[in-house]
């Protein structure tokens, strides 16, 4: 089994700066694609959403409302991805969830989801 543990969040003012980390433990062959994704809780209806994606070679992609304020990065040695996130804004409050596309064995890939770490922004 593949455990990913999300840590780093907490409550920040508008403007300021928090980083995530997700450290992925268990019977890894390797890590492909990571990505940070969001769900606004306080929304009724609304889908997680992705929030940026990095491959195992370091290619990064990000939503558009993120560009140029967050960056996401990994380190391979240590199975584990962060995310930097700064000027943050209300609009960014939301659970963050870190999924990671694991090969446990040769010709065995799985996804895996954290369990969320929250994300507060006050104004």
């Known amino acids: 089994q593949v455990q990913l543990v999300e840590s780093g969040g907490g409550l920040v003012q508008a403007g300021g700066s928090l980083r995530l980390s997700c450290a992925a433990s268990g019977t890894i062959f390797s890590i492909n694609t990571m990505g940070w994704y969001r769900q606004d809780r306080q929304a009724p209806g609304k889908q997680r959403e992705l929030?940026?994606?990095?491959?195992?070679?370091?290619?990064?992609n990000y939503a558009d409302s993120v560009k140029g304020r967050f960056t996401i990065s990994r380190d391979n040695a240590k199975n584990t991805m962060y995310l930097q996130m700064n000027s943050l804004k209300p609009e960014d409050t939301a659970v963050y969830y870190c999924?990671?596309?694991?090969?446990?064995?040769?010709?065995?890939?799985?996804?895996?989801w954290g369990q969320g770490t929250q994300v507060t922004v006050s104004s």
């Open positions: 929030v940026a994606v990095i491959t195992s070679g370091g290619s990064t």
């Open positions: 999924n990671a596309r694991v090969t446990v064995v040769v010709g065995l890939t799985n996804n895996y």
